[in-house]
C-alpha cells in the first residue's frame, strides 16, 4: 500500500541531486539516505521519527535480503495492522524493532525459534522485556497473516511482570517544595500545574496550548490512546496559566520559542526537579500524584478515568482502592479511641 509520510522535506541540491529530510518542529532536521520505500530509506524515517539519528547504512545494507528479519519489518512498517496502532505505540515498538534490526535483521525470519527469543528476553529487564515481546509479536502475527512464516514463535511466552509503581508518585510535601522552589510566571511551574492539573502524560502535555480550552474545558486527543478527554480547567492552572508568557500555540516552549519535544521535556523536568532538591521527582509522577489525589478526595475509578484517560479501570482502581483503605482504616481506629479500656479485675489463673 502506498503511504504518504508526514514530516518530509526534499530539494534539489547546487549538483542537480534530490536530497531528503526529515524536519519535525521542535526537532533537529535529520538527513534520510535511499530511495523512498526502500528498506535504507524506511529505516532512517523511522528512526527519525523516533527521535533517533542514525548515518548512512553501510555498503551491503542498503537493500533487505527476500525473507529477511529487515524486510519483513520493512513491509510490517507499512501494513494496516501497524499503521492502525496509535502513534506513541508506533514510535516504542519502531524504536524496538529498529534495535533488533540492526543486531539481527540480515537473519532469515524463517530462522527464528522459540530458543532465541527466550534468550533475547533472559537478558532484559522485566519491564523493556514486555515491551520487546509485544513489538516482537505484532512482527510475528503479520509475518503470519502475509504467509511470511507459518507459525509464531512468541507463542506460548507471557508478558514479563513488574512493578507498575516503580515511578514515584509526588507527595504534597513535595508538590509544595517544588511550588515554592518555582514560583507563578516561570517555565518550570508552568509546566508542573499543566502536568498535575491535567494529569496528562508528557507527549500530551508539551503539544496543548489556548486552542483546546473550550468553554472552560481542556479538550484533546490523547496520543497514546486515541481518546478525546474534556477536562474542567482547575482554578489554580488557571491562575497560573494566566501569569505566564503566551507567544506561541503551545503553553510550553523551549528559551528558543519552540515547542518541546517530549525527550526535550523531561530534561527539563529532569533539571526543575533537581534544582528544587526533589531527585525522586519526574514528569510522570505528576500524572500519579493526581489520580492520587482525585481518589484521596472519594473519586471512584471511573471518575479517576474521566481525567488521566485510562483504557481500563483496573489501571486505576489501586488508587481508589488505597484511599478507601486509608479512610477505613482512619475510621476504625477512630472508632476504638473512643471505648473505654476494660476494668481491671480478679483474673483467673491457671494453677
Known sequence: MNVRLPYIQQFRDRHGKLRRYFRRPGMEKIRLHGEPGS????????????GHKIEKLPAGFTRSIPGSVSSAIAAYYQDAAF???ARGTQNMRRQILERFRAQD??????????????????????????????ALRGLMLFA?????????????????RYRAAGIHSWTEDEIAIFELHHEVGTR?????????????????????????????????????TGRTLAIPVHPQLVMVLAAS???????????????????????AMRRWCDEAGLPECSAHGLRKAQARRLAESGCSAHEIASITGHRTIAEVQRYADAADQARLAETAISRTATVSP??????????
Open 188 to 224: 518550570a511551574r508552568l509546566a508542573m500545574s499543566l502536568l498535575l492539573y491535567t494529569a496528562a502524560r508528557r507527549g500530551d502535555a508539551v503539544k496543548l496550548g489556548p486552542q483546546h480550552i473550550k468553554s472552560g474545558r481542556l479538550v484533546y486527543r490523547q496520543q497514546k
Open 83 to 85: 499503521l492502525g496502532l
Open 39 to 50: 528498506p535504507e530509506f524506511i529505516s532512517a524515517y523511522n528512526a527519525a521519527l523516533s
Open 342 to 351: 476494660p476494668k481491671q479485675g480478679r483474673q483467673f489463673v491457671d494453677k
Open 105 to 134: 535483521g540480515d537473519k532469515p525470519l524463517l530462522l527464528m525459534r522459540q530458543d532465541h527469543i527466550a534468550r533475547k528476553l533472559g537478558k532484559l529487564k522485566p519491564a523493556a522485556a514486555r515491551n520487546w515481546l509485544k
Open 245 to 267: 508568557p503566551r507567544s506561541h500555540l503551545t503553553f510550553l516552549v523551549t528559551p528558543q520559542g519552540a515547542p518541546y519535544a517530549p525527550n526535550g521535556f523531561s530534561k
Open 144 to 160: 503470519v497473516s502475509t504467509g511470511l512464516r507459518g507459525d509464531d514463535p512468541t507463542i506460548g511466552f507471557r508478558p514479563a
